[in-house]
C-alpha cells in the first residue's frame, strides 16, 4: 500500500474537511497518510517514495490560502527536481468567480514545473454545486486510489 502526504490548504475549513474525510478513506484501504497543514516543502520531500495529495481552496482573487502560501513560495523559488514525485490535487472553489479552483490550478502547475508526474486528472470541486464538499471528493478519490495501488 502507498504512503502518502497531504498538504492542505484552507481559509475557511472546507479543505480541512476534505482532507480528513480523504484521508480516512485512504487509510480504510490500507494506505498510510500524513496530513500537512501547514505544509512544509522540506518535511513533505524528507519522504521521497510518498505520493503527494494537495487539497486547497483558493482565496482572494486567486490566492492559494494563507496557510499554503510558504509552500508554494517554496516550489517555485527553489524549484526542486521533483520527477520522482507523484501527486494529485483536490481544489475547492465557486464557479461563479473567473478564478475557480485557482489555488488548486496553481499548486497543480508549481509541481509539475518541478517534474513531478500528476496521477490522474485534477479534481475542482464547485463548493456552490455540492453541498458537502466531502461526496465529490469520496467519489472521485475511490477512482483515484485504482491508479496508485
Avoid at 12 to 19: P, Q, S
Amino acid at each position: 500500500m502507498a504512503k502518502l502526504n497531504l498538504v492542505v490548504g484552507s481559509m475557511l475549513g472546507a479543505a480541512e474537511y476534505v482532507a480528513d474525510h480523504v484521508a480516512n478513506l485512504l487509510e480504510q484501504a490500507g494506505h498510510q497518510t500524513k496530513i500537512h497543514n501547514p505544509a512544509s516543502l522540506a518535511e513533505v520531500l524528507s519522504e521521497p517514495d510518498a505520493i503527494l495529495l494537495v487539497v486547497t481552496s483558493t482565496h482572494g482573487a486567486g490566492d492559494v490560502p494563507d496557510n499554503l502560501q510558504r509552500f508554494a513560495q517554496d516550489l517555485a523559488e527553489q524549484y526542486p527536481d521533483l520527477k520522482s514525485l507523484k501527486y494529485g490535487v483536490i481544489g475547492l472553489g465557486d464557479r461563479s468567480y473567473d478564478t475557480f479552483c485557482q489555488g488548486g490550478r496553481t499548486l497543480d502547475q508549481l509541481l509539475a514545473n518541478c517534474g513531478a508526474s500528476r496521477i490522474g486528472d485534477r479534481l475542482d470541486i464547485d463548493v456552490t454545486q455540492h453541498e458537502i464538499p466531502e461526496d465529490a471528493a469520496e467519489a472521485w478519490i475511490h477512482d483515484w486510489m485504482t491508479m496508485i495501488a
